[in-house]
């Protein structure tokens, strides 16, 4: 039984000579490096983006994708690492994402106009490599457009960078890499929250009450596929017993009216007392 | 003390050769002269062998079968000129620019970075056969005896100190700079080598022939010496080619322009230099016949531009021709020239290369060259000012930014620990959540608006129709209005809930039920836009 194994062994490695070298070795599974995404609530469902992968958020509008992928390049680009964001209709926010602490000299921004352009330009920042980040932001590009992509593309995406430290993140509106993406998170609007400024009671019941500021919303993320198995996630993340998280959005001005009230209740009794 | 001489001989020959290598293995006629009197001015050996002449016209050299006919071509041996005086300054700083097919090299103080003279001079060889030249070099202890040894001795030649008259005896007196009359006189006496005109009496010479007969006696003895004049270095590298027949098509320019790369990247190397930046100039064909149309009026006549320049800026300095070339294609794929090529000049600003050294523990950040090269090949799909790095304007404007060239800067690699603790202790201050961000639209979306008691109720953009729950505003803003385009805004944030049923067909964008948006009133075009959503 044993010589006929071998032979057949042999008949096999004899057929595959020149194709791949050893295909009876044992390998071992590839340990793959996670970094934090800069989203607490996330990091700990997820363990954070993994490199040499593809990654895909999707959900509708206003679900939070933007802030998470602004986030995840703040964490690369202050970590030094040289990140490119692929941007099929030119969407991205300089303002807001430099106030969330993106270097932006460290970020190549192409401005497409439409998905075939962006694909075309992924592909050549995956050939030419170094990146920590590649994001494909297809966000607003319709949905019918982004299914029309073969699913080949990903997977060659995918095959482009795997054994390479970059994370490929790609963020549209369903979920479209299917099995080609080693993380797929569902991003879903839960609430907006608003906070009222004026006192007056009868500013305060009008239809539009003035005074009103904009404080964020809260999202929630699930994850719908992760490569990662149940004991490997339990060694990276704190969740991972979840398979979904809650997390909050914050706008510029209320974090830094937050950090204003946590001074002042962090001054003495008598000290808040004159302010 | 001591010099070498590097001699290029046919330097005409040699100047096209080295533009176009497949010569070196044909018979070569160059050809001068205005058009129709062209006569032959310089053959390769194979040419000679085959029994071309200086001196025939271009009809009796078109004669002989198997022979390339080529018009001299001043541009090349201009550069092959740059290229010799790059070779003597890649070996020694004191160089004479002698003519223009020779030069002379000071060698004192090099004895500590060569073993032997003989050393220097097969070094000297081989820098210019990578330069596309095949030079004789001579190194002796004066420079017109190096000079005389260059001209007439094949390859390379060390003449030891005190044998400069037997080495020079063998030498035809034609290598010496003799005068018509003088070359007669020598001929009529039966003087045809440097050793009969040294066996002579110096006193009679000098009776028969005056100083030039002296001077000459001593060049043939080789007891000539003379201080080298030292030429000023040159800094720019410029490589030029005429064609004879204008070019249009990308691939045979750029098959030309490689050629040019490779010497101008020989040059460069041969002086340890690197270019930075790549200037290119091309002249371009006259397209008369396309241009003129005789129905117009002289004053409407669409006139070509006579020349194209480009300027391609490198992230490193750097000499791979090839990479340069890669660069080069792909500028000249975005922005071609008006009309076919006739002649091309590529000028390289030269730099000390970058030394660097990488670290083992450092993030990975993508090969400048190699990054250059990606970044124009996507400026290539999605056009020249949609790639690079983006960098706020000094404005209140929203959504004030330019574009600017990707350059790696040299601490990118640096993992920078304490910047990194330091922006999560940052992040963890300023915001206990994550932080929100927004999406602009590009350009504003023209939006309808209804209003109650000056608050946006209702609002329709993009064939939708919402109502709005919240709504925070107006932040009134403005500027520029000392400048020709002035802005003046209210925004608004609304959280608009979408109604169901308003013509959302399946090819537009997909909005959401509900969602957050910031709003503008544009006091000056007195029109409502939607400037972005937060995401």
């Given at each position: 039984?044993?010589?006929?194994?071998?032979?057949?062994?042999?008949?096999?490695?004899?057929?595959?000579?020149?194709?791949?070298?050893?295909?009876?070795?044992?390998?071992?599974?590839?340990?793959?490096?996670?970094?934090?995404?800069?989203?607490?609530?996330?990091?700990?469902?997820?363990?954070?983006?993994?490199?040499?992968?593809?990654?895909?958020?999707?959900?509708?509008?206003?679900?939070?994708?933007?802030?998470?992928?602004?986030?995840?390049?703040?964490?690369?680009?202050?970590?030094?690492?040289?990140?490119?964001?692929?941007?099929?209709?030119?969407?991205?926010?300089?303002?807001?994402?430099?106030?969330?602490?993106?270097?932006?000299?460290?970020?190549?921004?192409?401005?497409?106009?439409?998905?075939?352009?962006?694909?075309?330009?992924?592909?050549?920042?995956?050939?030419?490599?170094?990146?920590?980040?590649?994001?494909?932001?297809?966000?607003?590009?319709?949905?019918?457009?982004?299914?029309?992509?073969?699913?080949?593309?990903?997977?060659?995406?995918?095959?482009?960078?795997?054994?390479?430290?970059?994370?490929?993140?790609?963020?549209?509106?369903?979920?479209?890499?299917?099995?080609?993406?080693?993380?797929?998170?569902?991003?879903?609007?839960?609430?907006?929250?608003?906070?009222?400024?004026?006192?007056?009671?009868?500013?305060?019941?009008?239809?539009?009450?003035?005074?009103?500021?904009?404080?964020?919303?809260?999202?929630?993320?699930?994850?719908?596929?992760?490569?990662?198995?149940?004991?490997?996630?339990?060694?990276?993340?704190?969740?991972?017993?979840?398979?979904?998280?809650?997390?909050?959005?914050?706008?510029?001005?209320?974090?830094?009216?937050?950090?204003?009230?946590?001074?002042?209740?962090?001054?003495?009794?008598?000290?808040?007392?004159?302010? | 003390?001591?010099?070498?001489?590097?001699f290029v001989p046919n330097f005409m020959v040699q100047a096209v050769v080295r533009a176009e290598p497949a010569l070196r293995e044909r018979a070569l006629a160059l050809i001068d002269g205005n058009p129709p009197l062209c006569n032959v001015v310089a053959v390769d050996e194979k040419a000679a062998q085959a029994g071309i002449e200086c001196g025939m016209t271009k009809a009796n050299a078109a004669q002989f079968p198997g022979v390339e006919i080529r018009p001299r071509s001043r541009p090349q041996e201009k550069s092959a000129h740059?290229?010799?005086?790059?070779?003597?300054?890649?070996?020694?700083?004191?160089?004479?620019?002698?003519a223009e097919d020779a030069?002379?090299?000071?060698?004192?103080?090099?004895?500590?970075?060569?073993?032997?003279?003989?050393?220097?001079?097969?070094?000297?060889?081989?820098?210019?056969?990578?330069?596309g030249l095949l030079?004789?070099?001579?190194?002796?202890?004066?420079?017109?005896?190096?000079?005389?040894?260059?001209r007439?001795?094949?390859?390379?030649?060390?003449?030891?100190?005190?044998?400069?008259?037997?080495?020079?005896?063998?030498?035809p007196?034609s290598v010496?700079?003799l005068s018509e009359e003088?070359a007669e006189?020598?001929n009529?006496?039966?003087?045809?080598?440097?050793?009969?005109?040294?066996?002579?009496?110096?006193?009679?010479?000098?009776?028969?022939?005056?100083?030039?007969?002296?001077?000459?006696?001593?060049?043939?003895?080789?007891?000539?010496?003379?201080?080298?004049?030292?030429?000023?270095?040159?800094?720019?590298?410029?490589?030029e080619m005429a064609l004879d027949d204008a070019v249009?098509?990308?691939?045979?320019?750029?098959?030309l322009?490689?050629r040019?790369?490779?010497?101008?990247?020989?040059?460069?190397?041969?002086?340890?230099?690197?270019?930075?930046?790549?200037?290119?100039?091309?002249e371009?064909q006259p397209?008369?016949?396309?241009?003129?149309?005789?129905?117009?009026?002289?004053?409407?006549?669409?006139?070509?531009?006579?020349?194209?320049?480009?300027?391609?800026?490198?992230?490193?300095?750097?000499?791979?021709?090839?990479?340069?070339?890669?660069?080069?294609?792909?500028?000249?794929?975005?922005?071609?020239?008006?009309?076919p090529?006739q002649k091309m000049?590529?000028?390289?600003?030269?730099?000390?290369?970058?030394?660097?050294?990488?670290?083992?523990?450092?993030?990975?950040?993508?090969?400048?060259?190699?990054?250059?090269?990606?970044?124009?090949?996507?400026?290539?799909?999605?056009?020249?000012?949609?790639?690079?790095?983006?960098?706020?304007?000094?404005?209140?404007?929203?959504?004030?930014?330019?574009?600017?060239?990707?350059?790696?800067?040299?601490?990118?690699?640096?993992?920078?620990?304490?910047?990194?603790?330091?922006?999560?202790?940052?992040?963890?201050?300023?915001?206990?959540?994550?932080?929100?961000?927004?999406?602009?639209?590009?350009?504003?979306?023209?939006?309808?608006?209804?209003?109650?008691?000056?608050?946006?109720?209702?609002?329709?953009?993009?064939?939708?129709?919402?109502?709005?729950?919240?709504?925070?505003?107006?932040?009134?803003?403005?500027?520029?209005?000392?400048?020709?385009?002035?802005?003046?805004?209210?925004?608004?944030?609304?959280?608009?809930?979408?109604?169901?049923?308003?013509?959302?067909?399946?090819?537009?964008?997909?909005?959401?039920?509900?969602?957050?948006?910031?709003?503008?009133?544009?006091?000056?075009?007195?029109?409502?836009?939607?400037?972005?959503?937060?995401?």
């Amino acid at each position: 039984m044993s010589s006929k194994a071998a032979a057949l062994r042999l008949q096999i490695e004899s057929v595959l000579a020149g194709r791949h070298a050893s295909p009876f070795e044992y390998r071992d599974r590839r340990i793959v490096e996670t970094v934090p995404a800069g989203v607490p609530a996330i990091d700990n469902l997820t363990g954070g983006l993994p490199r040499g992968s593809l990654t895909e958020i999707y959900g509708p509008p206003c679900a939070g994708k933007t802030s998470f992928l602004v986030s995840t390049l703040a964490s690369r680009t202050t970590a030094s690492e040289v990140c490119a964001l692929v941007d099929a209709r030119d969407a991205f926010d300089l303002r807001s994402a430099e106030s969330m602490g993106v270097k932006l000299n460290q970020l190549v921004w192409v401005r497409c106009r439409n998905a075939d352009q962006a694909l075309r330009a992924t592909d050549l920042l995956i050939q030419g490599g170094g990146f920590g980040l590649i994001a494909l932001d297809l966000s607003d590009t319709p949905p019918c457009e982004v299914r029309s992509v073969s699913l080949p593309v990903w997977f060659r995406f995918r095959r482009a960078v795997e054994y390479t430290p970059t994370i490929l993140l790609l963020l549209d509106q369903e979920s479209n890499a299917k099995s080609c993406a080693s993380l797929v998170l569902r991003l879903r609007t839960e609430e907006t929250n608003w906070s009222q400024t004026s006192e007056s009671p009868e500013e305060i019941s009008l239809p539009h009450p003035p005074g009103l500021l904009l404080d964020g919303w809260k999202s929630y993320a699930e994850i719908v596929r992760s490569s990662a198995k149940p004991q490997e996630r339990a060694a990276i993340s704190k969740d991972f017993r979840k398979d979904g998280a809650d997390f909050e959005m914050q706008t510029i001005w209320n974090a830094s009216h937050a950090t204003q009230r946590r001074h002042i209740s962090a001054l003495p009794q008598g000290a808040r007392k004159k302010r | 003390m001591a010099f070498a001489s590097i001699f290029v001989p046919n330097f005409m020959v040699q100047a096209v050769v080295r533009a176009e290598p497949a010569l070196r293995e044909r018979a070569l006629a160059l050809i001068d002269g205005n058009p129709p009197l062209c006569n032959v001015v310089a053959v390769d050996e194979k040419a000679a062998q085959a029994g071309i002449e200086c001196g025939m016209t271009k009809a009796n050299a078109a004669q002989f079968p198997g022979v390339e006919i080529r018009p001299r071509s001043r541009p090349q041996e201009k550069s092959a000129h740059a290229a010799l005086l790059d070779i003597g300054w890649s070996v020694s700083p004191q160089i004479e620019d002698t003519a223009e097919d020779a030069i002379v090299l000071d060698l004192s103080g090099l004895d500590h970075l060569y073993r032997s003279e003989g050393e220097i001079a097969a070094h000297l060889a081989q820098r210019s056969s990578g330069c596309g030249l095949l030079p004789n070099v001579a190194v002796a202890s004066n420079i017109e005896t190096a000079v005389l040894a260059a001209r007439g001795f094949t390859g390379t030649t060390v003449i030891p100190l005190g044998k400069e008259s037997e080495y020079l005896s063998s030498l035809p007196v034609s290598v010496l700079p003799l005068s018509e009359e003088t070359a007669e006189t020598l001929n009529r006496w039966g003087v045809h080598t440097c050793g009969a005109l040294a066996g002579l009496p110096v006193l009679q010479i000098s009776e028969r022939l005056g100083q030039e007969g002296v001077h000459l006696h001593a060049l043939a003895r080789g007891a000539e010496s003379r201080s080298p004049i030292v030429a000023e270095q040159a800094i720019s590298f410029e490589e030029e080619m005429a064609l004879d027949d204008a070019v249009e098509e990308l691939d045979p320019l750029s098959f030309l322009l490689g050629r040019l790369l490779d010497q101008l990247c020989a040059r460069l190397a041969a002086r340890s230099l690197a270019a930075v930046a790549i200037r290119v100039h091309f002249e371009l064909q006259p397209a008369f016949e396309n241009a003129i149309d005789p129905r117009k009026e002289p004053a409407l006549q669409k006139y070509l531009p006579a020349v194209y320049d480009t300027r391609i800026e490198l992230p490193i300095p750097m000499r791979d021709s090839k990479m340069l070339l890669k660069l080069l294609r792909l500028r000249l794929q975005s922005n071609p020239p008006a009309a076919p090529i006739q002649k091309m000049a590529l000028v390289a600003e030269s730099v000390r290369p970058r030394a660097m050294q990488g670290g083992l523990f450092l993030p990975c950040y993508p090969e400048p060259a190699k990054l250059e090269l990606t970044i124009a090949r996507i400026a290539n799909v999605v056009g020249e000012g949609n790639v690079g790095s983006p960098s706020l304007t000094d404005t209140h404007c929203p959504d004030g930014f330019q574009m600017r060239r990707f350059l790696i800067s040299i601490d990118a690699g640096k993992f920078d620990i304490e910047k990194k603790d330091s922006f999560r202790r940052e992040q963890r201050n300023q915001f206990f959540k994550t932080p929100a961000s927004f999406r602009a639209f590009r350009p504003p979306v023209p939006a309808r608006l209804e209003l109650h008691e000056e608050c946006p109720v209702r609002v329709m953009f993009q064939g939708m129709q919402g109502r709005v729950l919240a709504a925070s505003g107006p932040w009134r803003i403005s500027g520029d209005w000392w400048r020709e385009n002035p802005w003046q805004q209210e925004e608004w944030d609304l959280e608009i809930d979408f109604l169901p049923s308003m013509g959302r067909d399946a090819s537009a964008n997909r909005r959401p039920d509900r969602g957050v948006y910031r709003l503008y009133y544009d006091a000056l075009r007195q029109s409502w836009f939607v400037r972005g959503i937060y995401d």
